[in-house]
């Protein structure tokens, strides 16, 4: 059977009635890949890390398995329109999901609020050529996050932030495609943690997946100038390079603190330096990509291993968030830049010396 989106897959897991009509664009299905690199550098023996690679949903990022169920839902109660705010990544995903709505033939605008100079250029380009209207506020996610709550109390407008339950219900497919490849669940889970939706959704999914002989401990990273749930309090101006993470008062707060004692896991905070550390990683001796904020997951692994969190043995995933170019400055910054800024003349012999290229002894 061709594969039709994480709704259609998973239909027995979700809220969804045999009439709900279904606006998909092929989200889910991502890659589960070894990370052999990372898996020696937390030097644990036995160690197996896997990525998992949620930048290759359909809009670059996870928000394509809840915003599926979020626009569904929103259609299927007759919605016209839908509203968020964002870091960047949910209004992508929301304005093309209302797209795909639009192009089924069902009247949906969509609107986004996002807080002026904080969202990387890729991830603001989608939602506008998607068709939504951006509005960029003066403020942080969090103050846009307060008006989009207020205008839905006073307009006819679907909220689609992780704040509607449909979200979190179809972040929840990614653990359920995790179990199915494995085989089994994971030991653990380590994921960057921003409005901590994300975090919930995979603990339920965990939790409701039929066919594992056990749940993984939840480990969550906030960016160390982000970290209200780990330094117990809002953060009035948080800051850091994890753009996706830049969040001061998480609406999930208290979900995300039960999936970590639930699962005997923790929510720790890595440092703006070691979340670079690991971006290079992933990028330079994996192979693969993610944005800035996704490498909080690796980050995180690597400093729980060395303070002894990480049992021998086991089995982790780590979830990259967001797809790696969705934010190219931070690339640019944490690259060669002087190398690539100079430009060369065409000659072969000039090109070799820069490359530091030596002739091969001549052959006899
Ligand atoms: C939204 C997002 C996060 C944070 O997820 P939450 O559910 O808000 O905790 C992390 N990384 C990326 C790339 C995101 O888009």
Redesign the pocket.
């Known amino acids: 059977m061709p594969y039709t989106g994480t709704i259609n897959k998973y239909a027995k897991y979700l809220s969804v009635a045999e009439n709900t009509p279904v606006i998909s664009i092929q989200e889910g299905q991502t890659p589960l890949v070894p990370a052999p690199h990372i898996a020696s550098a937390c030097g644990v023996d036995g160690l197996k890390v896997y990525f998992k690679i949620?930048?290759l949903n359909p809009t670059g990022?996870?928000?394509d398995r809840g915003m599926t169920m979020a626009v569904s839902k929103a259609v299927e109660k007759g919605a016209t329109r839908i509203i968020c705010a964002s870091?960047?990544?949910?209004s992508a995903s929301a304005a093309a999901f209302a797209a795909r709505a639009r192009g089924l033939g069902y009247d949906m605008d969509c609107y986004v609020i996002i807080p002026a100079g904080y969202v990387a250029l890729g991830k603001l380009s989608q939602a506008m050529i998607y068709g939504a209207k951006v509005i960029q506020i003066e403020g942080n996610f969090d103050a846009a996050l307060n008006i989009v709550k207020e205008l839905c109390d006073q307009y006819p407008i679907e909220l689609v932030n992780?704040l509607n339950p449909y979200r979190i219900e179809g972040?929840k497919t990614s653990a359920y495609e995790i179990c199915d490849e494995l085989g089994d669940a994971p030991d653990y889970l380590c994921?960057?943690?921003?409005?901590?939706?994300?975090?919930?959704?995979y603990w339920a999914g965990f939790s409701d997946y039929q066919g594992a002989s056990k749940k993984p401990k939840m480990y969550g990273f906030q960016a160390a100038g982000a970290a209200p749930i780990v330094d117990g309090a809002p953060v009035e101006k948080p800051e850091t390079v994890?753009t996706?993470?830049r969040?001061g008062n998480?609406a999930?707060w208290k979900q995300?603190e039960a999936a970590r004692d639930q699962s005997g896991g923790l929510i720790d905070k890595v440092t703006d330096d070691e979340m670079l550390a690991a971006y290079r990683m992933i990028h330079q001796d994996e192979g693969y990509a993610?944005?800035p904020?996704?490498a909080?997951s690796v980050a995180g692994l690597i400093k729980s291993a060395q303070a002894g969190k990480i049992e021998p043995g086991s089995t982790v995933v780590c979830v990259l968030?967001?797809n790696g170019l969705?934010d190219p400055k931070v690339a640019m910054e944490q690259s060669d830049m002087a190398s690539a800024e100079k430009v060369y003349q065409a000659d072969s012999f000039e090109i070799a010396q820069a490359l530091g290229l030596k002739a091969a002894p001549v052959q006899q």
Not at 87 to 90: A, F, I, L, P, V
């Open positions: 949620e930048g990022s996870f928000k870091t960047g990544n949910t992780s972040q994921i960057p943690v921003g409005n901590a939706g994300n975090i919930t959704a994890g996706a993470i969040i998480p999930s995300a993610c944005e904020a996704s909080a968030t967001g969705k």
